[in-house]
């Protein structure tokens, strides 16, 4: 059977009785969001914040908003849905169908016609889409078919919210709530008291279904189907149009209407609008992110974040009868508020708040500082002391006090001390004892005392020292002064549980323990007046300055010698971030209360310890710039990452080294108060963090050459840091201290020793080799007249034969014809033979080969003829030729060619220019050949053994090697006509026209 819960008694008392008010930050479109319209929230993978509005899609990061809309690629700038999946994607669903965002990309999935409305995820990467027309979808982003429609058993009309539950799915629409079987695909009507708009489901950690219902309030139903609970607000004045539902991690439910926002727990149900602190009231969508932040949705208002229940704020529209709140005291009818002006405030423990001037008996509306002494309050004013008893009204006592104005008043072992604007004194059974004039002390304005439990010293904040008074025999006595010299005015003073003194001051804050010295607490602000101290049941020091309130870890300044602090400002629902001197207290429960200009804050500190104990953020390096300008990394052949946009494996010229990182803690916990720190680890060499700091970025000028590591990582308070983002890159070395430039250089070394040496070898064989040339060539000319030499002595041989042959035959004219043509042979060689070149010109060769055949004619007679025919463009008279070369080419013509013949023939000897370059010698006869010569020479027994063919080709080979230059014989060749007859012999001899000798 339903229970039904009728809680209009409830918001009744909240909404119209004494309320706190909770602290919302509102996100507009002056701050970046893209339209105030919001319809989905969802967070992706690196905890940035997905907004669907109806005027495009927001990203952001805590601190700035990134827009997408139709012209980056959105289907429709009307975001009805947004779904994060699990691989970091963002499904925006809109009428028309569904946009992917990866990254900077968008995909755009069409589904003609209808209007999607919810998204939630199946399995393996595929998800369920439900659309305003009842229709069901799969949707696959990364098959070729992504999105197809679900087939089922019966009709939905409206689909507004999906719910896996199970193997089926809970459906949401305008009839109320079903439930898909998805593997029978049958459809049913489910929870069927719910008939009407069920415009959003969510599930508990207990399996129950939390149904939101557009005018009729909400259910919980079990997984089963049977509802439990009904929620009906019908009876209060409360507007019951739900809109959005949700469990947080804490199995509190939450939902939004158009009237607020409700959040419903075991203790309760608590109601945030206009009247508590919401500023627009007018809600769509509520959504828990991984930090446990609360975001709230608005239609027309922005997005709003729930700074949560930590802190909660009274001032004047909560009945309070001043915002300036200048002390706080706990007693035990209530708080107790003391305000500038307009008197004092007391909030009874039923929440109810009175308000006391000096129209009820109060001596001074301008009320300072407070204390409780047994039942009364005592009240110091800037008229003297004001004191409230429990059963009486006020008393005052102004006479014999140092100064009218008390700026300060403290119960210590029930002795109240006052301090005032020149001095201090004791309230001591109700007679004031003017302490400061007692010890003859000239202090200015005291504005606190504190006692050393150790001593039983009373400790007092002079205006620039402070004194250190002790009771000896009944009386006080200042036995120590403790001054600096950088204190101008002191605040207020604490001690902490080591016993040691904090003393806050209007230029900073200062501990004193042996000695008074100044501790920097925060880096953000390099001077920071203190307005009041105090240390909390965690053993954390409270510092309340004029730019919020500041809680620093006494465990890590001790234990490790780390100043951590937390900062508290608006963010956290302060009202204003001036806060008032010795505006502070500690009250029975741990929570602390201080004031300020803009009212007072109370701080659970159970829940400010959750909140302040959270994971250090990650950090995500969003760019990296090179002399911190726009880099086209495809320039530098690095590939891009398609989700954090940074290059892969970037490798960087040496030149091309001043490298800048850009980074960002995403998280939307006090995203101003992240801390930051790196390093660039190089070579494998680990650097050390840098010191903490708030920029965003980090630059590299000037890197060296090698493997880098960058890392960084982020923190609340400066101690525990989060995991480290790392990014790695190469700067290349310059091509001088590369591996192959060394290889290279090492390489030309080598070569150039080896040239060397090897220079210096050939000067040294050259050398001897011109010597050796000097002498070959010496030797090569001895040759050469040798070769002459022998040359002539074998035709002497064959000439004395033929004048032996005239001699015989008693032919004197003819021997002495022959003897006179032979001598004057013998003397042109005999000439030759002694030529330093041992060439003759060719007119002179020509002279010796005519005088041989004239006397080789006149052996023969009648056996053959000759003619030397000489071409008219060679220059007789500048060629130089060997002496007697051509000699034995012609008596072979004569001997094997001419004689053998029965009849007679002919020997032509024709010179001419060949090619430009050579004398081309010819020497032609037309005798019986050279084959027959051969088998009549094998066949004969008289053989004509001529040795000058074998010497003339010893001379050519010699004068080769001498010259240098190329010599060519070719033949003797048979010349033969087309038929195959032999028509004689030719040899042709290529001299170069220069046959210089090289010397």
């Not at 239609?299 to 002390?327: E, H, P, R, V």
């Not at 029930?414 to 004892?433: A, H, R």
């Not at 052996?859 to 060997?882: H, W």
Request: overall charge neutral.
């Amino acid at each position: 059977m339903v229970k039904y819960l009728f809680v209009w008694v409830q918001l009744f008392v909240c909404l119209f009785g004494f309320g706190q008010h909770y602290n919302f930050i509102n996100y507009s479109t002056e701050d970046g969001l893209a339209a105030s319209q919001i319809r989905g929230i969802t967070q992706d993978l690196h905890g940035y914040l997905w907004i669907g509005t109806f005027g495009g899609l927001s990203r952001f990061d805590g601190i700035e908003f990134k827009n997408y809309s139709e012209r980056d690629g959105l289907i429709s700038n009307r975001c009805r849905v947004v779904f994060a999946s699990n691989k970091g994607e963002i499904f925006v669903g809109s009428r028309g169908g569904i946009s992917v965002v990866s990254g900077d990309s968008i995909v755009r999935h069409r589904i003609p016609k209808h209007g999607v409305r919810s998204i939630i995820d199946w399995e393996n990467e595929k998800y369920v889409v439900g659309t305003k027309e009842g229709e069901l979808y799969w949707f696959e982003p990364s098959s070729e078919k992504p999105i197809t429609p679900i087939k089922f058993e019966g009709e939905l009309r409206d689909v507004q919210s999906l719910l896996r539950l199970g193997e089926g799915v809970l459906i949401g629409t305008d009839r109320g709530v079903y439930r898909l079987d998805m593997k029978t695909n049958t459809l049913r009507h489910v929870y069927t008291s719910v008939k009407t708009h069920a415009a959003s489901l969510a599930q508990d950690s207990d399996g129950n279904v939390w149904i939101a219902n557009y005018g009729k309030g909400m259910w919980q139903g079990s997984p089963s189907g049977q509802l439990l609970n009904y929620f009906n607000f019908k009876e209060s004045s409360y507007k019951i149009s739900f809109r959005s539902i949700m469990v947080d991690k804490q199995s509190n439910v939450w939902a939004a209407l158009k009237s607020g926002l409700i959040r419903y727990s075991e203790g309760g149900f608590t109601t945030f609008n206009r009247t508590n602190g919401l500023q627009n009231d007018n809600l769509f969508v509520v959504f828990q992110d991984r930090q446990d932040n609360i975001w709230i949705g608005t239609d027309g208002g922005g997005l709003y974040k729930f700074s949560g229940d930590a802190f909660t704020t009274f001032s004047m529209k909560d009945g309070l009868a001043d915002d300036a709140i200048m002390s706080i005291s706990e007693a035990n009818d209530g708080i107790w508020f003391s305000t500038y002006g307009n008197g004092v405030s007391k909030l009874d423990t039923v929440g109810k708040v009175f308000n006391y001037t000096t129209n009820e008996g109060l001596l001074n509306n301008t009320v300072w500082s407070s204390t409780i002494l047994g039942s009364d309050i005592i009240f110091g004013t800037s008229g003297g002391l004001s004191i409230k008893s429990l059963d009486h009204g006020f008393t005052s006592i102004s006479d014999g006090l140092s100064a009218k104005k008390v700026v300060c008043v403290k119960n210590i072992n029930d002795t109240v001390w006052i301090g005032t604007q020149s001095g201090f004194d004791l309230l001591l059974n109700g007679e004031i004892i003017p302490l400061s004039r007692q010890l003859d002390r000239k202090t200015g304005s005291v504005r606190d005392f504190e006692l050393d439990k150790n001593t039983g010293d009373v400790l007092v904040s002079a205006d620039k020292s402070v004194l250190r008074l002790r009771v000896e025999e009944g009386n006080f006595k200042v036995i120590k002064r403790y001054v600096h010299k950088d204190i101008s005015r002191i605040q207020g003073i604490c001690f902490d549980p080591r016993g040691n003194l904090w003393v806050g001051a209007s230029d900073g804050l200062y501990l004193l323990d042996s000695t008074l010295h100044r501790v920097d607490f925060s880096k953000k602000f390099s001077s920071q007046p203190v307005n009041f101290c105090a240390v909390d049941k965690f053993q954390d020091l409270w510092l309340g300055t004029d730019r919020g309130v500041f809680v620093l870890s006494l465990d890590s300044y001790y234990g490790e010698g780390l100043v951590s602090y937390n900062h508290y400002a608006r963010m956290e629902g302060l009202p204003s971030l001036e806060t008032n001197q010795n505006a502070i207290t500690v009250d029975v429960h741990g929570d602390v209360w201080f004031g300020t200009t803009g009212g007072v804050t109370k701080v659970n500190s159970k829940l400010r310890k959750e909140i302040t104990n959270r994971v250090p953020p990650a950090v995500k390096i969003k760019q990296v710039k090179l002399f911190l300008e726009e880099t086209d990394w495809l320039g530098f052949g690095a590939k891009i990452d398609s989700v954090t946009g940074l290059p892969v494996d970037l490798e960087l010229p040496y030149r091309q080294n001043s490298v800048s990182f850009f980074y960002r803690a995403i998280t939307h916990y006090k995203p101003q108060e992240v801390r930051y720190q790196f390093r660039l680890s190089s070579d494998g060499l680990l650097a050390d963090w840098s010191p903490d700091l708030q920029t965003h970025f980090a630059s590299f000028p000037n890197t060296r050459y090698g493997s880098h590591f960058f890392e960084v990582r982020a923190s609340y308070d400066g101690i525990n840091w989060g995991e480290a983002t790392p990014y790695s890159f190469v700067v290349k070395p310059p091509y001088w201290l590369t591996t192959w430039f060394v290889l290279m250089c090492t390489l030309l070394a080598v070569l150039a020793l080896i040239v060397l040496y090897r220079y210096r070898r050939a000067v040294r064989i050259r050398k001897e080799s011109t010597q050796k040339l000097v002498y070959k060539t010496k030797l090569a000319a001895l040759e050469q007249q040798t070769l002459n030499a022998s040359l002539n002595r074998h035709f002497i041989f064959n000439a004395l034969n033929s004048i032996q042959y005239y001699i015989n035959r008693e032919d004197k004219l003819q021997a002495n014809r022959y003897l006179s043509s032979f001598a004057k042979l013998i003397r042109k060689n005999l000439d030759s033979s002694t030529s330093e070149s041992g060439l003759v010109s060719l007119s002179e060769e020509i002279e010796r080969l005519e005088l041989y055949l004239y006397l080789e004619h006149m052996r023969f007679t009648q056996k053959f003829d000759y003619a030397i025919n000489v071409g008219p463009e060679v220059g007789r008279d500048f060629i130089e030729v060997p002496p007697m070369f051509l000699q034995p080419y012609v008596e072979n013509s004569i001997w094997h060619g001419l004689l053998p013949m029965e009849s007679s023939g002919r020997i032509d000897v024709n010179i001419t220019v060949y090619q430009s370059v050579f004398v081309r010698f010819e020497i032609v006869d037309n005798g019986i050949g050279i084959n027959v010569s051969m088998k009549r020479k094998k066949l004969s027994s008289n053989k004509h053994d001529s040795k000058g063919v074998a010497l003339t080709k010893s001379r050519i080979s010699l004068l080769q090697k001498v010259t240098s230059k190329r010599i060519e014989i070719n033949g003797p060749t048979q010349i033969e006509d087309a038929e195959g007859n032999v028509l004689g012999t030719k040899v042709e001899i290529l001299l170069p026209l220069d046959v210089e000798p090289t010397r």
